[in-house]
């Protein structure tokens, strides 16, 4: 099994079906042959990190929402594109589509410095398809900008862009239109909405030889990140620890802690509402359309009982409320896949998708603003414990999507990298945050102990603030690798100092104090800031120790219905 064979196959399957020609070339093919080769290289060999990912699976047309696009030539003199190219330039389409009110004499570069609210495009509801050069090369085409693919038997395709129409997006597209040069390849994806013609929306990936766009502000914000300090971050299910000092300042501890809001909760609550009665109406419809394959509810059995003895006619029950035909083993007789399925059905599985995908897009943009705001106060040198979120999943279900700590941690990581910083990640195995104290002496703690008490040194307080200052005094041998990390504790004990002299923490050092009641385990200190949440998770957030493992729900041996882009 290799890229070659793979590829090979995939070009004598486009060869031997005929019909594929018609749609697709054997560029096209090839490369998505090489995508498939790299989920089977990631499942097969680890990364730097000792990693694997899980063995691909086969999916079907409905999952297939992404034509990758092969790269641009830039060893020849004069680039080419071998698969879907991007036909036009900008100040073409400012010139075919300029707002009436926006003087001639402003160009591309003007129109970025436009006041907000200024119109520059006044493009239509139907983009018409640009028309193909006289000299027959796309490679003259000046005028609007199209997504083009050519090498079809039959006509080029070729599909209108859409650019945004505000001044507040200019800048933003002139980072990445304006130098054509600079292009480097397309991925064509397609999105369900089904008040789109077809069903399908469809958009132009664009991938370029330079850096991402930053913002007048954001490079501002960037600039003003203190230098010199060490933060570190304790995550869990339910909230977030900092803490962080400059360097040869221990004494100058600053500590945050960052939860869901009530409001996130509400919100999330409301969100699973919809989410429940979505599945309800999912389910109700697959039964009405396959009647055939489920049995009749007990309530159902027993009316149908009664009409037989009172010599009554057989009523033909429209909606079974039963299990579904299975065989013994609990497989159904008929595969799920085989169902027939009403046009309600695929309107409410589209609607829930479209939902889904809003409130992950809201999500990861409120995590990137935490993140921004994290890294403006704590710095861009942090460490985090390298955990695995699907560990939790297994633990806690999907009700850790409320907090999202994995999407906080990555958006965090992101944010060091573009400042100029680094995430790092210590192993759980050689530092054991949790379980150890400034002092260095390890104190064992359940899940559902939130308190810190330490019997040797006396400090008392949170165990996520201090999980989090031990993470600060973390040092690596090789910052690739967790499993290298220890803990300085000499730098810890003059941390603990400091983070004595706290106000919520004066007076909980160097004082014996009782061991923490199981009760008072589950307290909660620190401030809250708005964080991310989840709108497809269930109303509050979980308990730190994971419930008593074992089969939930109703004993029906049937999947819930589908719910595409379910959290």
């Known amino acids: 099994m290799t890229r070659k064979g793979i590829e090979a196959a995939a070009k004598a399957h486009i060869e031997a079906s005929g019909w594929l020609r018609d749609h697709l070339t054997k560029a096209v093919g090839l490369h998505v042959a090489g995508e498939v080769w790299e989920t089977i290289d990631r499942h097969l060999f680890a990364d730097s990190s000792g990693r694997r990912r899980g063995p691909p699976r086969v999916g079907s047309w409905w999952d297939f929402t992404r034509i990758p696009g092969r790269a641009r030539s830039h060893t020849k003199a004069t680039p080419t594109w071998e698969t879907y190219r991007l036909a036009g330039t900008l100040d073409g389409h400012l010139r075919a589509y300029r707002h009436p009110q926006l003087p001639e004499s402003i160009h591309v570069l003007e129109a970025a410095g436009q006041p907000a609210g200024t119109s520059i495009l006044t493009q239509?509801?139907?983009?018409?398809?640009p028309v193909r050069p006289a000299s027959r090369s796309w490679a003259d085409?000046?005028?609007?900008?199209?997504?083009?693919f050519t090498g079809l038997p039959g006509e080029d395709m070729v599909l209108p862009v859409r650019l945004p129409q505000g001044a507040g997006q200019w800048a933003h597209l002139t980072h990445f239109l304006a130098d054509p040069p600079m292009w480097h390849k397309i991925d064509l994806v397609r999105v369900g909405d089904r008040k789109a013609p077809g069903g399908w929306r469809y958009y132009a990936h664009l991938l370029v030889h330079q850096g991402g766009y930053e913002s007048d502000a954001t490079r501002v914000r960037r600039a003003e990140i203190p230098m010199n300090r060490r933060a570190g971050v304790d995550a869990n299910v339910s909230n977030l620890a900092l803490a962080s000092f400059p360097d040869g300042h221990p004494e100058r501890l600053a500590t945050d802690q960052i939860g869901c809001t009530a409001q996130q909760q509400e919100t999330a609550a409301r969100a699973a509402k919809r989410a429940r009665a979505r599945q309800r109406a999912l389910d109700r419809s697959r039964r009405n359309t396959n009647a055939d394959q489920y049995s009749p509810s007990a309530r159902q059995q027993k009316r149908a009982d009664r009409r037989a003895e009172a010599g009554l006619p057989t009523r033909q029950v429209s909606n079974p409320g039963g299990p579904r035909h299975a065989r013994a083993d609990g497989v159904p007789l008929r595969a799920y896949r085989h169902d027939k399925l009403s046009q309600r059905y695929h309107r409410t599985r589209c609607d829930h998708a479209a939902d889904t995908r809003s409130a992950s897009q809201a999500k990861q943009g409120r995590a990137a603003q935490i993140a921004a705001r994290i890294v403006a106060a704590h710095g861009n040198t942090i460490t985090v414990e390298d955990c695995r979120i699907c560990t939790w999943a297994r633990l806690w279900g999907k009700r850790i999507g409320l907090f999202s700590p994995g999407m906080l941690v990555?958006?965090?990581?992101?944010?060091?990298?573009?400042?100029?910083?680094r995430l790092y990640r210590a192993g759980t195995r050689p530092t054991a945050m949790s379980q150890h104290c400034l002092c260095g002496t390890r104190v064992p703690k359940t899940l559902d102990q939130r308190t810190h008490h330490c019997g040797q040194c006396g400090l008392r307080g949170d165990r996520d603030i201090v999980s989090a200052a031990l993470a600060a005094c973390v040092e690596l041998t090789n910052p690739d690798d967790p499993r290298t990390a220890r803990v300085d504790y000499r730098l810890a004990?003059?941390?603990?100092?400091?983070?004595?002299?706290?106000p919520e923490w004066e007076g909980s050092v160097n004082r014996h104090q009782p061991p923490p009641s199981p009760d008072e385990g589950l307290a909660r200190t620190g401030s809250h800031h708005p964080v991310v949440s989840a709108e497809q998770a269930a109303p509050g957030t979980p308990p730190n120790r994971p419930g008593t493992p074992g089969r939930r729900g109703n004993s029906r041996k049937q999947p819930a219905p589908k719910l595409i882009g379910a959290a």
């Open 141 to 148: 085409h000046n005028g609007a900008l199209a997504v083009v």
């Open 410 to 421: 990555t958006a965090l990581s992101a944010e060091c990298a573009a400042s100029g910083g």
């Open 493 to 502: 004990h003059a941390l603990r100092d400091g983070l004595a002299s706290q």
């Open 124 to 129: 239509p509801a139907r983009m018409p398809a």
